[in-house]
């Protein structure tokens, strides 16, 4: 049943199911997105995204004007579609594992309306054994109407998202159902050459090891950072030093405060969950977590023995997003060392070019430029690479204010000619 265009529905209007939508539609498809949120749905069809996304918002005007792109929350209307892609939210549940209660009931959802034969796809991260699960809980309609469940792994970054979509570097079909292969094999050959069929368990396998891995190696070059400033290395050379070696490259080595964001934090404690679950003990990824967790207690404890203490010191926070180009604050770092650094006593002011962080507290406000954050502050904590904040011509001072580098983006001496006292990761 290849066709040009596919009627597509994707229930899920987040990071990935927006930008799936959108995506699908400027390939020319039919897309219908689908959320149980009203409000969410009214601001979308009038071409609102509500995340900052670059390139999201023309991509999902272009699909409204051209009405092959529109979304409602009335499920009846998937009856027609060929495809439906699931990519609802999966968080930590209460038991650490990843709360599967919104798959269950998107799935459920369109039990009723799916037509005959309709291919029934799933992008949200999930662990291996969930179609098990669904087969076993709707095994009787799943028969009755032959559909063909299986597993599409998404792995698009935020502040990036509609490049990674358009231009995945590879799409993972986790399926040994022949006739949804065909089908979505068809769907996605404008988007790349490296389409993976894989059995179904293999590629979640696929998506939680890319995540762990990537996710190992931050924690990992951030231990070498440590080793680096007991022993007067420098972290940036040794990063340059093991680039060449082709099998280790120079990519994706930047040392900091850890990783955030919704995925890898979520998606590094399931995988070290379910290996316990199997019987594994003390293995690497379940240490990954454990490690990330420490950072920031960690750094803040270093810059302290160099002030003394943050009592009563004004300290301007720049970036509070997760990663430059989103306005996404999980996981952030700034969520976690705000709090700390006000339970210190500190003074915060804070700035971001997107994002913000709503604290109730006195000795804490958002301002709306880098110039009236960093007035009077005794401490610049860098926190998130943005364009506007690593390119910002930084004042001189004769204060010694101290210049907390946490992504190692300026040059110490530059920054010290000024008056400041450097403090990087690793250096
Ligand atoms: C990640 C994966 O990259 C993506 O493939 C998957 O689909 C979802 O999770 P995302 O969370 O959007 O994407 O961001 P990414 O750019 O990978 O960064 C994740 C975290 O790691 C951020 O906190 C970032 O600051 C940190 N990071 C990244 C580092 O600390 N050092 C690095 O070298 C790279």
Request: hydrophobic share 35%.
């Amino acid at each position: 049943m290849k066709k040009n265009k596919y009627n597509i529905s994707i229930i899920g209007t987040g990071f990935v199911g927006l930008v799936s939508s959108a995506v699908f539609a400027h390939l020319g498809h039919n897309v219908l997105g689908i959320d149980i949120d009203e409000k969410k749905i009214q601001s979308i069809k009038k071409g609102k995204v509500p995340f900052f996304e670059p390139k999201l918002e023309d991509l999902l005007k272009q699909g409204l004007k051209n009405k092959n792109l529109d979304f409602t929350t009335d499920f009846s209307k998937i009856k027609d579609s060929d495809i439906i892609i699931i990519s609802v939210g999966t968080p930590k549940g209460k038991d650490g594992h990843v709360d599967l209660s919104f798959v269950f009931s998107a799935f459920e959802s369109i039990l009723p309306f799916a037509k005959k034969d309709a291919i029934v796809a799933i992008k949200s991260t999930v662990p291996p054994d969930t179609i098990s699960k669904i087969k076993q809980k709707f095994n009787k309609q799943i028969q009755e109407k032959n559909l063909h469940l299986v597993y599409l792994p998404e792995f698009l970054k935020e502040g990036s998202a509609v490049d990674d979509t358009l231009f995945p570097d590879r799409i993972v079909i986790g399926s040994n159902d022949k006739y949804a292969i065909d089908i979505l094999k068809d769907l996605h050959k404008p988007l790349s050459k490296n389409i993976l069929v894989v059995k179904p368990e293999s590629s979640q396998l696929i998506k939680y090891t890319a995540n762990s891995y990537l996710a190992l190696r931050i924690t990992y070059i951030n231990e070498i950072a440590d080793i680096c400033e007991k022993v007067g290395a420098d972290i940036q050379e040794v990063i340059k030093g093991i680039g060449y070696d082709k099998r280790i490259g120079h990519h994706y080595w930047y040392p900091g405060l850890g990783y955030g964001g919704s995925c890898f934090p979520k998606d590094v404690k399931e995988l070290a969950l379910l290996s316990k679950d199997i019987g594994l003990k003390n293995n690497i990824i379940q240490k990954i977590d454990e490690i990330n967790s420490k950072r920031i207690d960690k750094i803040i404890k270093k810059i302290e023995r160099i002030i003394g203490s943050f009592e009563n010191k004004t300290i301007a926070i720049l970036g509070l997003s997760f990663k430059p180009n989103t306005n996404d604050t999980r996981e952030a770092p700034a969520v976690h060392i705000i709090p700390k650094l006000l339970d210190k006593k500190a003074k915060i002011k804070a700035y971001d070019p997107m994002a913000h962080i709503d604290i109730k507290d006195n000795n804490y406000t958002q301002k709306q430029s880098i110039e009236k954050t960093i007035e009077n502050a005794d401490i610049i904590f860098i926190l998130i690479e943005w364009p506007e904040i690593i390119n910002y011509n930084f004042p001189y001072t004769n204060k010694k204010v101290i210049f907390f580098d946490s992504r190692n983006q300026f040059n110490k001496q530059d920054i010290e000619k000024k008056g400041y006292k450097y403090i990087g990761i690793g250096r």
